[in-house]
């Protein structure tokens, strides 16, 4: 499944190391479906991680077309890079190319390009690193499979519709 990639913008009155109080706009990325799933995911996931209220300034698809995530506690950093894919054209033999975006976990540049130049090393096509920028996304929140989703303690599993005898239903059989 391809990930679509949403930016959002979230304003709101931050506590500062110092006490004082200071209104700030931070930058988030997250994979979702549609418009309305990422607003909510954006919700969901900052209502635990801010106090008071908030709200989505900005939030549009981005262009990100990979992820390169990193366990590294130290790789708190973001970074963008702009890859170009050459490909030549079967019929006239000039070359063409189309960008991607790589987003990279890192602790600087130099280990980010390290992580990004790994990663491109697996390509059968040519490629071109255009650019390696640093961002300003706080947090990056990819989709979640069902299957890796926790059920709160108190749901229990549905009963499937086979373990239900349908001749004791009435209902049922008098449709007949």
């Not at 391809?2 to 709101?12: C, H, I, L, P, S």
């Not at 479906?33 to 981005?62: C, N, P, W």
């Not at 390290?114 to 096509?125: F, G, N, P």
């Not at 599993?157 to 239900?164: A, E, K």
């Amino acid at each position: 499944m391809t990930a679509n990639w949403f930016e959002a913008k979230v304003k709101y009155i931050k506590m500062m190391e110092d006490g004082r109080e200071r209104k700030v706009t931070e930058s988030y990325l997250l994979d979702a479906m549609t418009y309305t799933e990422a607003e909510g995911r954006v919700i969901k996931e900052l209502e635990s991680m801010i106090r008071g209220d908030y709200y989505i300034t900005s939030l549009k698809k981005s262009n990100i077309t990979e992820l390169l995530e990193s366990e590294d506690e130290a790789d708190d950093r973001w970074y963008k890079a702009k890859v170009d894919i050459i490909d030549a054209e079967e019929i006239s033999g000039k070359e063409k190319s189309s960008s991607q975006y790589h987003l990279i976990a890192a602790a600087n540049i130099e280990v980010a390009l390290q992580r990004l130049k790994k990663s491109l090393e697996t390509y059968i096509v040519p490629c071109e690193l255009k650019s390696l920028t640093d961002t300003n996304f706080m947090d990056v929140f990819p989709y979640l499979s069902e299957e890796e989703e926790l059920l709160p303690d108190n749901f229990k599993p549905v009963q499937p519709i086979s373990d239900f005898d349908v001749e004791e239903n009435d209902d049922f059989n008098s449709a007949e």
